[in-house]
């Protein structure tokens, strides 16, 4: 693949091909000394048109760590706010002859426009609703270290599912690799037909959670809910928020997950949110890196096989 614009191309092959890497990037972030050389002379632009703590420090520290020059743009202070287009800006960098962009955009689908117009490796830092690719490797991969395996698992996701990139990533991904998904939420954050997607729904928590492996906890995105419906939050915590009496109903061993940035009280009681023995959330923050890593590793060295390809064939 040239670019990470989704989970929706990969094939299941190239997903364990990722998470294998990522494995081995783990063990070398656990070192004193975390340097390696894959990204060595390539030049890493982030673009965030969006806010972001995780995905953008640790794409950042990635590239860095793989000896990439890393530029963050601050697209606050850019020539957007001028009234620049995102093609007009993608292809100003593009001249400045980038290896890597690592792009989040507020709108579906921006980041594979912005892909068709310029000649490196693009990855999608989380576009709209559409897709967060590497967010849901970083779950896969916390997944599989956490219970030994990546298939037949019974995985929920909760909240607000209508709203959520995160979701839909893992969805594909989490599908494409033989498990079982529920959809936990209320009606109104649930878009339909979602059965048609090989997966079940629920709107009561206790029902949607007995017996599962993973619990998958999101945040709800009322950035996006424009105008739409927004549930009062201590109705929403009573119906819908992980507590100790909710989680009981899953499997003694069940883990707790949750991308970030989460809102203790909300969709989340602190406590389980920090009970090391359920929660997994910091092991995803520290798969996060790795998982950047080996996505970029991979990525440019599809592009320097094509880069020699088209030097041969001129
Ligand atoms: N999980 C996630 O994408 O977090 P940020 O928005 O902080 O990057």
């Known amino acids: 693949h040239a670019h990470l614009l989704g989970i929706e191309p990969l094939a299941p092959a190239d997903i364990t091909a990722i998470l294998d890497l990522a494995d081995e990037y783990v063990a070398l972030n656990r070192r004193d000394v975390k ?3 894959a990204l060595k002379g390539l030049t890493q632009i982030n673009m965030f ?8 420090a640790s794409f950042e520290l990635a590239g860095k760590r793989l000896g990439a020059d890393v530029m963050n743009m601050a697209m606050q202070a850019s020539s957007i706010k001028k009234g620049e287009t995102l093609i007009d800006t993608a292809m100003t960098l593009n001249a400045m002859h980038p290896d890597l962009l690592v792009v989040r955009h507020p709108h579906s689908g921006a980041v594979d426009l912005l892909a068709q117009k310029v000649r490196c490796a693009v990855l999608n830092a989380g576009d709209g609703r559409h897709e967060h690719p590497t967010q849901a490797l970083l779950d896969a991969l916390t997944i599989r270290r956490a219970k030994g395996r990546l298939h037949r698992l019974n995985i929920a996701i909760c909240g607000d599912i209508a709203h959520s990139r995160v979701a839909r990533s893992n969805l594909l991904l989490l599908g494409k690799m033989e498990n079982r998904v529920r959809l936990i939420g209320p009606p109104t954050l649930m878009p339909a037909q979602m059965q048609d997607f090989g997966v079940e729904v629920y709107d009561d928590m206790r029902e ?3 017996d599962v492996d993973v619990v998958m906890m999101l945040r709800l995105q009322k950035e996006r ?11 929403y915590y009573h ?8 989680l009981a109903y899953a499997k003694e061993d069940a883990i707790v997950m ?6 203790r009280g909300v969709e989340i009681d602190g406590e389980i949110a920090d009970d090391i023995n359920r929660s997994v959330i910091q092991d995803q923050v520290e798969m996060g890196v790795a998982v950047r890593m080996a996505a970029m590793d991979l990525l440019a060295r599809n592009l320097r096989a094509r880069r020699a390809e088209a030097v041969e064939g001129a």
Request: hydrophobic share 20%; aromatic share 8%.
């Open 35 to 37: 340097h390696a050389d």
């Open 49 to 56: 048109f969006e806010n972001s703590t995780r995905t953008q």
């Open 208 to 210: 949607g959670l007995k």
């Open 225 to 235: 809910m424009d105008g739409g419906f927004i549930p009062s939050e201590r109705e």
């Open 239 to 246: 119906r819908y928020g992980l507590d100790g009496e909710k």
């Open 258 to 263: 949750h991308p970030g940035p989460m809102n």
